[in-house]
Every structure is written in C-alpha cells, then in structure tokens.
C-alpha cells in the first residue's frame, strides 16, 4: 500500500508510514518546496511559512548545509542545520504557539529585507516581537541569516531571561 504526498509516493506499514520514509517524504516535500521557490523572497517566504506550521524538518531544508546565523542576542554566531535546528526547538519550546506575521519584504538581488512580528504565548502571557531579519539566498537555499530584535528588552523582563539563555 503506498501513501502520497503530492506526486510522492511512499510505502505504508499497515496503517502508519514508516518512520524513515516520514522523514525522506519530508524531506523531498521541503526539497521541493525549495527548488520550487524560485526568488529568494519565496525562498524566505517558504521558511516563515514552514516557521508557521512548526515544521522543523523544513525550514531547516530551506538553509543550505553550512548556513549561517546571527543575532543581536546571540553571544556567537550560529552555523549549520544543528544549530539552526537547536534555535528553533528553543523558540517553540519557549512560545509554543509562535507565529510569525510578515510586515514587509525589501528585495535586492540575493538578498531580502523582512520586518516581522512573532506573536505567542510566553508564562502566560501574551508576546508580540518585531524582528528585522536579513537573509542571503544562493541556488534557491537560505546561506546567512541575521536578525535584530526591535523590541526594548530590558523593558520586558519577563523575556530577558530567554534572551540571555540564547532562546530568542
């Protein structure tokens, strides 16, 4: 018996798709997510959606192997899909219902410009982030990623504690 996704085909175990083709038919889907994306800005726009849908396995298919990622809040930058994965597992487990809104994007060449706001539930209460986010797009995968909190945050210290730790 085999499961589709799309034009994908996989095989099933009874009922339940295996667990290695899970990952290989989430994997081609983010792969052909990806290539299908053809500008950088759907490039990104592609990852804030899979952000959205809390799809791990692809927004980190939608950086390339040896990414890299900085902060304004991180103490070094990051690189790779291991750290690119560990940043977003400590983003959801620290809002597990972030979303991202899109505010704009500001496109020039390879490179794209997006004012967001992450929303979510942080102890409690309720959180609203703008964030500057600039990226670099090559072969239709994300290379370097920068991004700059807006918010005041020592103003908002029910969030500092995350910040300090890396989290957000």
């Given at each position: 018996?085999?499961?589709r996704?799309?034009?994908?085909?996989?095989?099933?175990?009874?009922?339940?798709?295996?667990?290695?083709a899970?990952?290989?038919?989430?994997?081609?889907?983010?792969a052909?997510?990806?290539?299908?994306?053809?500008?950088?800005?759907?490039?990104?726009?592609?990852?804030?959606?899979?952000?959205n849908?809390?799809?791990?396995?692809?927004?980190?298919?939608?950086?390339?192997?040896?990414?890299?990622?900085?902060?304004?809040?991180?103490?070094?930058?990051?690189?790779?899909?291991?750290?690119?994965?560990?940043?977003?597992?400590?983003?959801?487990?620290?809002?597990?219902?972030a979303?991202?809104?899109?505010?704009?994007?500001?496109?020039?060449?390879?490179?794209?410009?997006?004012?967001?706001?992450?929303?979510?539930?942080?102890?409690?209460?309720?959180?609203?982030?703008?964030?500057?986010?600039?990226?670099?797009?090559?072969?239709g995968?994300?290379?370097?990623?920068?991004?700059?909190?807006?918010a005041?945050?020592?103003?908002?210290?029910?969030?500092?504690?995350s910040?300090?730790?890396?989290?957000?």
């Amino acid at each position: 018996m085999l499961a589709r996704m799309g034009n994908l085909r996989f095989p099933l175990t009874g009922s339940r798709l295996r667990l290695p083709a899970l990952f290989v038919a989430l994997a081609a889907a983010a792969a052909a997510a990806a290539s299908a994306a053809s500008s950088p800005r759907e490039v990104v726009a592609a990852k804030f959606a899979a952000v959205n849908r809390h799809a791990l396995p692809e927004i980190i298919l939608h950086y390339a192997p040896d990414a890299i990622v900085t902060a304004s809040d991180f103490c070094a930058p990051r690189k790779g899909h291991a750290d690119i994965e560990r940043t977003y597992r400590g983003i959801f487990a620290a809002l597990p219902d972030a979303a991202v809104d899109v505010q704009e994007y500001v496109v020039e060449g390879d490179n794209v410009a997006a004012r967001i706001v992450v929303r979510g539930q942080f102890k409690g209460r309720t959180v609203s982030i703008p964030i500057m986010n600039f990226f670099t797009v090559s072969n239709g995968l994300i290379v370097r990623t920068g991004c700059s909190t807006m918010a005041d945050v020592p103003a908002r210290p029910e969030m500092a504690a995350s910040v300090r730790l890396g989290v957000l």
